[in-house]
């Protein structure tokens, strides 16, 4: 019996280093805790996210759009009305919505220029960058599109290029300014909407964008498939967009919402019924201010 008791205690004695040893190795306590949480871990739960959804001044680089031309007047620039960084109380631009009113006047900046291209792009982003803005909007490509011709349009490695070349400059300057790209507008919707209205049709004459609105009344394969063409570059220009700026990531993309927004009679211009009216302008703050104050990018 006394052996017998022994090689019990023995038994007990070993199986107590066998768990102590297992605890061990789980990492637990006495107590029945988990692993004690790495430093790192706690470092990343601090860390604060690369997209600031509060940016608290803005640059605008781009074309005729950013400049609210022929919202106010025919033929006329009227950057009170521009969805990036207007004043008008109507519009309230994507600067008014993020900075205030008072915010909007003293920390946004127009640097667009009507009639600019993507080649255009990298000196605005110079200009812009002397500012040292904490969010650069961009809205440019249509006039890559309007040209003479459809054998006139900017090619798309062009294109790319120069968009990229673009946000390369942008970067030199300001590392962890963020950028808003806007896709380019549905040229073809607007030329459905605008050429029921004759006056609009005798504006275009003037040279607004003649790839796609010259001889509006044209239906013909030759005409139609003109139109095709030009629309189909809009649709390459902006996948390279997309494609650029999904490799910054402080880079947003709107996730072609401008493009698939349904531009009517009231969101264009009375005076040429192709480019934003006041009411459009505001679409286009809408459509900004969702894509920059959302949780996550637009798929």
């Known amino acids: 019996m006394r052996k017998l008791r022994e090689r019990r205690s023995r038994a007990r004695a070993a199986g107590a280093v066998v768990a102590a040893?297992?605890?061990?190795?789980a990492g637990c306590d006495a107590g029945g805790g988990g692993p004690a949480p790495k430093a790192s871990d706690a470092g990343a739960a601090k860390r604060a996210p690369v997209w600031d959804r509060a940016p608290e001044s803005i640059a605008a680089v781009g074309d005729s759009i950013t400049r609210g031309f022929d919202a106010c007047a025919v033929l006329s620039d009227c950057p009170e009305?521009?969805?990036a960084t207007g004043s008008d109380a109507k519009v309230e631009s994507l600067a008014v919505r993020l900075l205030g009113v008072s915010?909007?006047?003293e920390r946004s900046w127009n640097y667009a220029v009507t009639g600019a291209r993507m080649a255009d792009l990298p000196e605005?982003?110079?200009q812009a960058a002397t500012r040292s803005p904490e969010l650069v909007t961009?809205?440019?490509g249509a006039n890559d599109a309007c040209r003479t011709s459809p054998a006139a349009m900017t090619p798309v490695d062009a294109f790319r290029d120069d968009f990229e070349e673009s946000l390369r400059?942008?970067?030199s300057a300001l590392p962890k300014t963020q950028v808003y790209v806007a896709s380019v507008p549905n040229l073809k919707r607007l030329w459905s909407e605008g050429r029921a209205n004759?006056?609009?049709?005798?504006v275009w004459k003037l040279g607004i964008c003649p790839s796609m609105l010259g001889d509006a009344d044209d239906l013909s394969s030759a005409a139609v498939l003109r139109r095709d063409r030009v629309q189909q570059r809009v649709v390459e220009y902006n996948r390279v967009l997309k494609e650029v700026c999904a490799k910054d990531r402080r880079c947003r993309f709107d996730g072609n919402r401008v493009y698939d927004y349904d531009f009517g009679t009231d969101q264009l211009s009375h005076w040429d019924w192709f480019h934003p009216s006041k009411d459009g302008q505001a679409r286009l703050a809408s459509i900004a201010y969702r894509t920059i104050t959302a949780p996550n990018p637009v798929g």
């Open 21 to 25: 040893a297992v605890l061990g190795l």
């Open 81 to 83: 009305v521009s969805w």
């Open 103 to 105: 915010g909007a006047a």
């Open 124 to 126: 605005q982003m110079t």
């Open 138 to 140: 961009v809205m440019v």
């Open 169 to 171: 400059t942008l970067r």
């Open 198 to 202: 004759p006056l609009g049709k005798q």
